[in-house]
């Protein structure tokens, strides 16, 4: 499984962005999504995760009422929309999938099989 995201940039604060990340390859076998964020010099972490069928979700607290997580199976695309960024959520985003038996959301990074590159997001004051 191959994972591509887009959309990153330069935003002020209480901007938008939307991020995209296209799958390929194996794209039947994956299962439960989510994006994680790295800020330099700190640890990757959640941000949202979402089911297969796209009707479970879970963000973490910091991005809750903020961000909204989507996916289109028929479009291999999953989405992360940001509303009302904030500098503290500058980082590098990554979009990742699992290919194991659930179907639920993956709330943990080993749960995890493939990622993206990552796209840069840098909010100015």
């Known amino acids: 499984v191959q994972l591509v995201e887009s959309g990153g940039g330069l935003v002020q604060a209480g901007g938008s962005l939307l991020l995209s990340c296209v799958y390929s390859?194996?794209?039947?076998?994956?299962?439960?999504m989510g994006w994680f964020r790295q800020a330099q010099g700190k640890a990757r972490e959640l941000v949202a995760t979402?089911?297969?069928?796209?009707?479970?979700?879970y963000y973490s607290d910091s991005v809750k009422g903020r961000f909204t997580i989507s996916r289109d199976n028929s479009k291999n695309t999953l989405t992360l929309q940001m509303n009302s960024l904030k500098p503290e959520d500058t980082a590098v985003y990554y979009c990742?999938?699992?290919?194991?038996?659930?179907?639920?959301?993956?709330?943990?990074?080993?749960?995890?099989?493939?990622w993206g590159q990552g796209t840069q997001v840098t909010v100015s004051p």
């Open positions: 390859g194996r794209t039947t076998a994956v299962n439960g």
């Open positions: 990742g999938a699992g290919v194991r038996g659930t179907t639920q959301y993956l709330t943990q990074l080993e749960d995890y099989d493939y």
């Open positions: 979402i089911s297969w069928s796209g009707t479970s979700t």
